[in-house]
T-cell receptor, first 113, second 111 residues
Framework: AQSVTQLGSHVSVSEGALVLLRCNYSSSVPPYLFWYVQYPNQGLQLLLKYTSAATLVKGINGFEAEFKKSETSFHLTKPSAHMSDAAEYFC???????????FGKGTKLSVIP | NAGVTQTPKFQVLKTGQSMTLQCAQDMNHNSMYWYRQDPGMGLRLIYYSASEGTTDKGEVPNGYNVSRLNKREFSLRLESAAPSQTSVYFCASNGAGVGYTFGSGTRLTVV
């Protein structure tokens, strides 16, 4: 079975500060990992994905994430937060050949002017 | 625009009523999914369809049924709605290796 743990249900950062959203996964086989963003009253939009190629993955809107097998982590970062980054972020895991994508419980990011 | 279309966007039901949530995708994806989103719970998989003609249970299937009508359409039915089914429902589709594409959701309230 696969699972994802997102540390911190709510994170606040100042505009211009580093954004770090934490995600740890559990998987008995090599995982595929995703980060999604959800703006209020909208669906989920794919930010980036890791599918066993480069361990540092760059996504949209300046976000990136690094796959660290030794730490079973896939943390999301952005060097400088913008007000428009305020949203809820979900980490998700699956594996090759699986039809099930398992989500974490989400982290709501607030950006303080 | 290409994507996943869900209808309706909002619905209020009385306990015991039935309804069907509709989902269609125009990306020629093989697999389709229904998730529910509840505060603090993330998204939980209700049912999925790996390909046209097949459906399988996910994490929380009780109280729901699904139909994969064709490659484009995947519907979710609540036969006898309960207040515990108050949630936001998302349909998604997936093409091999491209990641899941989500619809904009259906907000369902059961009173």
């Amino acid at each position: 079975a696969q699972s994802v743990t997102q540390l911190g249900s709510h994170v606040s950062v100042s505009e211009g500060a580093l954004v770090l959203l934490r995600c740890n996964y559990s998987s008995s086989v090599p995982p595929y990992l995703f980060w999604y963003v959800q703006y209020p009253n909208q669906g989920l939009q794919l930010l980036l994905k890791y599918t066993s190629a480069a361990t540092l993955v760059k996504g949209i809107n300046g976000f990136e994430a690094e796959f660290k097998k030794s730490e079973t982590s896939f943390h999301l970062t952005k060097p400088s937060a913008h007000m428009s980054d305020a949203a809820e972020y979900f980490c998700a895991v699956t594996r090759a050949g699986s039809y099930q994508l398992t989500f974490g419980k989400g982290t709501k990011l607030s950006v303080i002017p | 625009n290409a994507g996943v279309t869900q209808t309706p966007k909002f619905q209020v039901l009385k306990t015991g009523q039935s309804m069907t949530l509709q989902c269609a995708q125009d990306m020629n994806h093989n697999s389709m999914y229904w998730y529910r989103q509840d505060p603090g719970m993330g998204l939980r998989l209700i049912y999925y369809s790996a390909s046209e003609g097949t459906t399988d249970k996910g994490e929380v299937p009780n109280g729901y049924n699904v139909s994969r009508l064709n490659k484009r359409e995947f519907s979710l039915r609540l036969e006898s709605a309960a207040p515990s089914q108050t949630s936001v429902y998302f349909c998604a589709s997936n093409g091999a290796g491209v990641g899941y594409t989500f619809g904009s959701g259906t907000r369902l309230t059961v009173v």
